[in-house]
């Protein structure tokens, strides 16, 4: 299976500089291509017979029309502006398909990338000897770390906080697993990260909360300075620097987490969440966004195939948190800001995470799934004597009741008799 692995260069000055020329061109030429389809749409409004062009038109009129004005073209490699237009093309092919929306134009220092590539898969051209990578039409380039193979056909270099890193695909064997590795539900939350049902629980590392002081400090800052000065350059990178650090501790916690469930278990039952609803609700959006939960099933996605594992979707509708994992009961209500579930009909008393994990494992398509529960941990059983008021406190969970009257008395002989 194709796997692919991002490692940090470092580059000198000059190296630094044929980057940036790297990057510029590849957005110059995304940007034109981008503007010319749009101008075609325009009109097809009202001449159908127009046509659409392919990325090869669109690479030949930039040959013709584009690269004769503009000199500073031939400086980078020729693959630049094919992939930066390949990759155009694709966006709108997505857009046609109604999977994404239009392509924007991109923005000079936002997600700066480019394509290289040379040599065949065959007979790779792009050789490094585990300290430095020989980019074409670049040179030698420092690595802070070896690579997994010694040659390649084709990579991205991209730069983010002031970094600048080489991306490649590689064929990896599926590594040798246990042949008797369990079953186990994991429910993902804000509190913790993950909670399994076999009592493993990760932490949050809740990165975004953590730096978010700093963040506000610094964003006051870059706010502050002139638009287009030097001091302003210098705290924006300082920022940037923060955001990615942010994503790092993020990712490194997630990673950690999916390589930890498909490695050591078969199947590993997740629940089908609507992130993108969740992120709706704007008291919570910004911890459902720090917890990464996309990017959890992103990873598990590729690494269970990797580990030879099974990932299980459970259904989005199925009330995992209501449902008591001892004896089956469907609770009435499960309020968020109740952290233990206590279950009304067996009096089992447990972590709602845990609870909820439990029964995400037992899930299977076709479930019986009991009627909810009327009766809930608060309210009072109708057979006992409810001592109360006639109107309820505004500070009582429920109704109280008033007092009743036992018809039933025992007769007791009279000794005096």
Same mark, same amino acid.
């Given at each position: 299976?194709l796997?692919?692995?991002?490692?940090?260069?470092?580059?000198?000055n000059?190296?630094?500089?044929?980057?940036?020329k790297a990057?510029?061109?590849a957005? =110059?030429?995304y940007?034109?291509a981008n503007?010319?389809?749009?101008g075609v749409?325009?009109e097809?409004?009202?001449?159908?017979?127009?046509?659409?062009?392919?990325? #090869? %038109?669109? =690479?030949?009129k930039?040959?013709?029309?584009?690269?004769s004005?503009?000199?500073? *073209? *031939?400086?980078t /490699?020729? /693959?630049?502006p094919?992939?930066?237009?390949?990759?155009?093309?694709?966006?709108?092919?997505?857009?046609?398909? !109604?999977?994404a929306?239009?392509?924007r134009?991109? &923005?000079?220092?936002?997600?700066?990338?480019? *394509?290289?590539e040379?040599?065949?898969?065959a007979?790779?051209?792009?050789?490094?000897? +585990?300290?430095?990578v &020989?980019l074409?039409?670049?040179?030698?380039?420092?690595?802070a770390?070896?690579?997994?193979?010694?040659?390649?056909?084709?990579?991205?270099?991209?730069?983010?906080?002031?970094k600048?890193?080489?991306?490649? !695909?590689y064929?990896?064997e599926?590594? #040798?697993?246990?042949?008797d590795?369990?079953? @186990?539900?994991?429910?993902?939350?804000i509190?913790?990260?993950?909670?399994?049902?076999?009592? $493993?629980?990760f932490?949050?590392?809740?990165?975004?909360?953590?730096?978010?002081?700093?963040?506000k400090r610094l964003?006051?800052?870059?706010?502050?300075?002139?638009?287009?000065?030097? /001091?302003?350059?210098?705290?924006?990178?300082q920022l940037? $620097?923060l955001h990615?650090?942010?994503?790092?501790?993020?990712k490194?916690?997630?990673?950690?987490?999916?390589?930890y469930?498909?490695?050591?278990?078969?199947? #590993?039952?997740?629940?089908?969440l609507?992130?993108?609803?969740?992120?709706?609700?704007? !008291?919570?959006? +910004?911890?459902?966004? %720090?917890?990464?939960?996309y990017?959890?099933?992103?990873q598990?996605?590729? $690494?269970?195939?990797?580990?030879s594992?099974q990932?299980?979707l459970v259904?989005?509708?199925?009330?995992?948190?209501?449902?008591?994992s001892?004896c +089956?009961?469907?609770?009435?209500?499960?309020?968020? !800001?109740?952290?233990?579930y206590?279950?009304?009909?067996?009096?089992?008393v447990?972590?709602?995470d845990?609870?909820?994990?439990?029964?995400i494992e037992?899930?299977?398509? +076709?479930i019986? @799934?009991?009627?909810?529960?009327?009766?809930?941990?608060?309210?009072v059983?109708?057979?006992e004597?409810?001592?109360?008021?006639d &109107?309820?406190d505004s500070s009582?969970a429920?109704?109280?009741?008033?007092?009743?009257?036992?018809?039933?008395?025992?007769?007791?002989?009279?000794k005096s008799?």
């Amino acid at each position: 299976m194709l796997l692919s692995i991002k490692v940090e260069l470092i580059p000198n000055n000059k190296q630094v500089t044929q980057f940036r020329k790297a990057c510029g061109v590849a957005r =110059h030429a995304y940007n034109w291509a981008n503007a010319l389809i749009k101008g075609v749409l325009v009109e097809r409004e009202t001449d159908k017979t127009v046509k659409l062009p392919s990325a #090869i %038109d669109l =690479h030949k009129k930039l040959v013709s029309e584009v690269k004769s004005v503009n000199p500073w *073209y *031939y400086e980078t /490699n020729k /693959n630049v502006p094919q992939q930066a237009l390949k990759e155009l093309r694709t966006a709108w092919d997505r857009c046609f398909k !109604k999977v994404a929306k239009q392509p924007r134009f991109k &923005k000079k220092g936002c997600k700066d990338s480019f *394509y290289l590539e040379s040599g065949s898969k065959a007979k790779p051209k792009i050789n490094n000897d +585990g300290k430095k990578v &020989k980019l074409p039409s670049i040179g030698w380039v420092r690595l802070a770390e070896p690579l997994p193979v010694t040659a390649t056909h084709n990579c991205v270099i991209s730069r983010t906080a002031e970094k600048w890193f080489i991306a490649i !695909k590689y064929e990896v064997e599926k590594p #040798i697993v246990k042949a008797d590795r369990s079953t @186990v539900g994991v429910d993902i939350g804000i509190k913790e990260l993950a909670v399994c049902s076999n009592g $493993k629980v990760f932490k949050n590392p809740k990165a975004y909360r953590t730096g978010s002081k700093r963040m506000k400090r610094l964003q006051r800052s870059v706010s502050k300075k002139a638009i287009g000065s030097n /001091n302003r350059k210098k705290a924006v990178s300082q920022l940037a $620097k923060l955001h990615a650090r942010i994503a790092n501790i993020r990712k490194d916690a997630i990673h950690k987490l999916t390589t930890y469930l498909a490695k050591n278990h078969s199947i #590993i039952k997740i629940e089908d969440l609507h992130v993108k609803a969740f992120l709706k609700n704007h !008291k919570l959006a +910004g911890a459902i966004a %720090d917890c990464g939960m996309y990017e959890f099933k992103r990873q598990l996605e590729y $690494k269970t195939e990797k580990f030879s594992s099974q990932l299980v979707l459970v259904d989005r509708m199925f009330p995992s948190s209501q449902i008591c994992s001892n004896c +089956g009961n469907h609770r009435h209500k499960m309020p968020l !800001k109740e952290r233990v579930y206590v279950c009304p009909e067996c009096g089992h008393v447990e972590d709602r995470d845990l609870n909820a994990s439990k029964n995400i494992e037992r899930w299977f398509e +076709g479930i019986f @799934v009991p009627v909810r529960s009327e009766v809930t941990s608060q309210t009072v059983s109708s057979t006992e004597i409810a001592c109360g008021v006639d &109107k309820p406190d505004s500070s009582h969970a429920v109704a109280t009741l008033k007092q009743e009257v036992n018809t039933k008395t025992n007769h007791c002989p009279d000794k005096s008799r």
